[in-house]
């Protein structure tokens, strides 16, 4: 190992530098005159627009901040459709006066719009690259922040990224506009309730990030990981995670140094860091924050996958984000866990002690259910992107079917419902004995937890667990938001006009729920079983991220989103356009890293491998001995040299045909059906001919080296 584990357990003050580096509400409070910062307030609850004159007191507030904390140059910070952030750094630097004095500025004007040459981000077509205004605006629901880095601390303003036309080019956009949906929708339900004090619902989230940790000098050797950011070629270790002695097991102190020096950057971002722990994959790890509100909670995701990153690499370690790194190890996700409160404090999903006789949320929960059966194609796309494509639907956790998890209780109560019209009994958690005199009994909970559902209920929130962890959380709870505000305006149009609301609410609880029970599924849902009875069922089974887009551009698709003002036909034929160009670029680097890889390293190591074991044969039988291992071995080898050198000819010429094709639709099939396939066939040669050959000759860092001997 030759980076210095540094414990030395120094003390850390964490209320001192929890939020150190964040404008605040706390900061602006005390920095911003009272009525500024009173306008600024009503803006974040209610929404309105901010005159320049305030933004040139808030701008000059922020400089002064952000001088002090060091900084000496400001970002929009954005999201544009590449899934991760995008800023360009300007400093506060101005033009000198006659004696060459200089004074740092930045104005209002400058805080609420810039103007990215934005012809480099991807824009479906929306913005023919003529055309390449884009602008950012400032984002005052989500906190500015200064960032430390190598390039010294920069103010970081959250900003939205649209067209000169008004179309949405970011993540941000269409996901504040979702939120805007879900409560005015939610709003209404509430009403009918006899809430009179609620003004705005609110969408909470957090999102349990699991990422890889491998040794940096290591990974450097390895194209694959410096590219693709996965291996493409690797056989399994001997050992694997069949111990079961990775996941929560004692954190290794150089990894624990890392996760320390993680979690001090991100409370310093005012960002929640709660829980950490190793994962089931030996390597793999987890960080959850405490949950926010949604708009926040995804920009923090992002600086939670930026500081994970940047993190590892001080302490000598390179932070794998993909989906699936390693062939036959556990992949990693994202727990999205989300749920709806209103800004008088009630959360919809709470169940309360007595969930049958709780009529708003069984309201909510039939609401939910007639969402994601109605869009259980739009969430599966949501939750879609390369990497995620090696994680759903193969053999492990969670599959591309979308179901929801109940658990047993609530599943009780729903069935009830829909056989008897009233849900009378409920079943009870009960205690849990330990049988030791010195421990206490244990209240348990109604229903175990299921860690098989992409969807699933616990406890007051939902968890959705789909969500690749290299993505973006902004598409996911834009389409949750979506869907579930759809069902409440529906459910909402039908009870606001009813005479007798308690029998219309009664009726419409029972009819969603009867029609949308198929989407209810407790059992495993990695059995084999559970596939064929999702199809009897007629759920949706969207095995790879391409047949997910066009999803999106559906007639369905389309109401819905045109409806609340999330996104207009033109922005989602861009963004289908968009995934189908990701898509086809990915995997054409994965295939041209594999080539190279090929041509460069295996295919000259396995020659200097045979070519010794050919003068071992010659020799042995010379020397008058038994030479049939080695010559046995040597066919093995070249044999599987061979294959894989007609494997990866046959790559290369299929690589060409696509790379040369239009893109589109069109294109992203045939990487999907033509070079993966093409990939794989290159590939297991490959992993055969590691599992013979000679060790020493091998030309990269092995499964074992990487996440075994971190
Ligand atoms: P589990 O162990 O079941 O996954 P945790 O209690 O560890 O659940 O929480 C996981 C994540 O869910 C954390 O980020 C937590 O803050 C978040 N969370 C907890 N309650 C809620 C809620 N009501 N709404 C949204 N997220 C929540
Ligand atoms: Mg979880």
Redesign the pocket.
């Known amino acids: 190992m030759d980076t210095v584990v540094n414990n030395t357990n120094e003390h850390i003050d964490v209320e001192e530098i929890f939020g150190c580096n964040v404008f605040s509400m706390g900061v602006m409070r005390e920095r911003l005159p009272e009525d500024v910062f009173a306008e600024i307030e009503s803006i974040i609850e209610h929404g309105g627009e901010l005159s320049l004159k305030t933004a040139d007191v808030v701008a000059k507030a922020m400089k002064e901040w952000a001088i002090e904390k060091g900084a000496t140059h400001y970002t929009h910070w954005f999201q544009p459709l590449t899934g991760i952030t995008a800023e360009m750094h300007d400093s506060f630097v101005s033009h000198p006066d006659k004696d060459g004095h200089m004074l740092m500025e930045f104005r209002g004007k400058e805080l609420i719009k810039g103007e990215p040459d934005a012809s480099s981000f991807p824009s479906g077509g929306l913005r023919a690259t003529f055309e390449a205004r884009g602008y950012t605006a400032w984002d005052l629901t989500s906190p500015a922040f200064i960032k430390e880095t190598a390039t010294g601390p920069t103010l970081c303003i959250p900003t939205a990224f649209c067209s000169y036309t008004g179309e949405a080019l970011d993540k941000k956009t269409p996901l504040l506009r979702s939120l805007e949906a879900l409560s005015t929708q939610a709003l209404r339900i509430v009403r009918l309730f006899g809430n009179t004090t609620a003004t705005r619902v609110n969408t ?5 990030q699991e990422y890889f940790l491998v040794d940096q000098t290591k990974a450097l050797k390895r194209e694959d990981l410096i590219f693709s950011g996965r291996t493409l070629f690797g056989a399994p270790a001997p050992k694997g995670q069949e111990m079961d002695d990775h996941y929560f097991g004692v954190i290794r102190e150089r990894i624990g140094a890392f996760m320390r020096d993680v979690n001090v950057e991100l409370w310093k971002l005012g960002v929640t860091a ?2 950490q722990h190793n994962e089931a994959a030996p390597a793999q790890h987890e960080l ?4 926010e509100s949604a708009n926040i909670a995804v920009d923090h995701n992002q600086l939670v996958m930026e500081t994970l990153k940047r993190v590892a690499g001080k302490h000598g370690l390179r932070c794998l984000l993909h989906e699936k790194p390693f062939a036959g190890v556990n992949g990693s996700g994202k ?1 999205n ?3 709806i ?1 209103t800004d008088d404090g009630i ?1 919809l ?1 709470e169940p309360g002690e007595s969930p049958n006789e709780n009529i708003q949320f069984l309201l909510v929960l039939a609401c939910i259910m007639k969402a994601v059966d109605t869009h259980a194609d739009l969430l599966r796309q949501s939750a879609s992107n390369v990497g995620n494509d090696l994680r759903l639907g193969g053999n492990e956790a969670p599959p591309a079917i979308i179901s929801i998890f109940l658990g047993e209780q609530l599943e009780d109560v729903v069935h009830q419902l829909v056989e008897t019209g009233a849900a009378v009994n409920l079943k009870e958690g009960g205690t849990l004995q330990t049988g030791v005199s010195t421990l206490p009994d244990f209240e348990i909970d109604a229903t175990d ?1 299921n860690r098989t559902s992409p969807f699933a209920f ?4 939902f ?1 959705f667990r789909m969500v690749g962890s290299e993505d973006s959380i902004g598409s996911p709870n834009t389409t949750l938001n979506a869907i579930v505000a759809e069902a409440f305006c529906e459910a909402a149009d039908r009870l606001e006009k009813a005479e007798d609301f308690d029998m219309a609410v009664h009726d419409l609880i029972k009819e969603y729920m009867a029609k949308h029970e198929r989407i209810i599924f407790n059992g495993d849902g990695y059995s084999p079983e559970w596939v064929k009875e999702a199809a009897r069922r007629g759920l949706p089974n969207i095995p790879s991220m391409v047949e997910a887009v066009q999803t999106l551009t559906t007639d369905k698709s389309i109401k819905l989103f045109e409806k609340f003002g999330i996104f207009t036909k033109g922005e989602l034929e861009s963004r289908a356009e968009i995934l189908y160009e990701t898509y086809a670029k990915t995997i054409n680097i994965e295939a041209l890293t594999m080539v190279d890889m090929a041509n460069k390293q295996l295919v000259p190591a396995v020659i200097r491998y045979a070519g010794k074991l050919a003068d071992s044969v010659n020799a042995t039988v010379a020397a008058g001995g038994d030479a049939t291992v080695a010559s046995d071995l040597l066919k093995r080898v070249t044999g599987l040299l061979t294959k894989m050198q007609e494997a990866r000819v046959n790559l290369s010429s299929i690589e060409k045909k696509g790379s040369a094709m239009e893109r589109g639709r069109d294109q992203a099939y045939y990487y999907l059906e033509k070079v993966v396939p093409a990939m794989d066939e290159l590939r297991r040669p490959a992993d055969e001919l590691e599992r013979i050959v000679d060790k020493a000759y091998w030309p990269f860092p092995t499964y074992a080296d990487l996440i075994f001997e971190v």
């Not at 959850?288 to 949950?291: G, L, T, V």
């Not at 616990?458 to 929130?461: A, I, L, P, S, Y």
């Open positions: 909470s989230v957090g999102a349990e709660k829980t959850a924050p405490i949950y727990h866990n989300w749920s409160t959360n999903l937890r616990t406890g007051n929130k968890e």
